[in-house]
């Protein structure tokens, strides 16, 4: 089973799937997404996995998310313009297993789709 992570190694929930999946012994991939970015893509494909609309991913109280210009009227395809524009507005993280995803808040949630 192929497990990635979509995170930002400074985030405290990212590190603490690390340490769940590590008690677990589950191995992953863990891909920064500051370091490696999103295209649009990707991320459109991704948040189609988890049956979210981009809107729902957003952390709205970055800095960043003023910047992004974007408001609950943007379509879909502004949103995530705005996402891999600034990446830090992004939820995370995000786990991947073929083609399901979850965005793992609480982590929880993504023992839940490697069953």
């Known amino acids: 089973m192929n497990i990635t992570v979509y995170e930002k190694p400074t985030c405290t929930t990212c590190r603490q799937l690390n340490k769940l999946f590590e008690s677990k012994g589950i191995d992953w991939r ?3 997404y500051f370091v490696e970015p999103f295209t649009e893509r ?3 494909a991704l948040l189609k996995k988890t049956g979210m ?3 729902d991913v957003l952390r709205r ?3 960043d998310f003023k910047l992004a ?3 609950n009227e943007s379509s879909d395809k502004e949103v995530i313009a705005a996402m891999v524009k600034y990446p830090s507005i992004i939820q995370r993280p995000i786990v991947e297993v073929g083609d399901k995803a979850v ?4 982590i929880e949630l993504a023992l839940e789709i490697l069953r």
């Open 53 to 55: 609309r981009p809107w």
């Open 30 to 32: 863990k891909v920064n």
């Open 103 to 106: 965005l793992a808040r609480p």
């Open 61 to 63: 109280n970055e800095p």
């Open 69 to 71: 210009g974007i408001d």
């Open 42 to 44: 990707k991320l459109t």
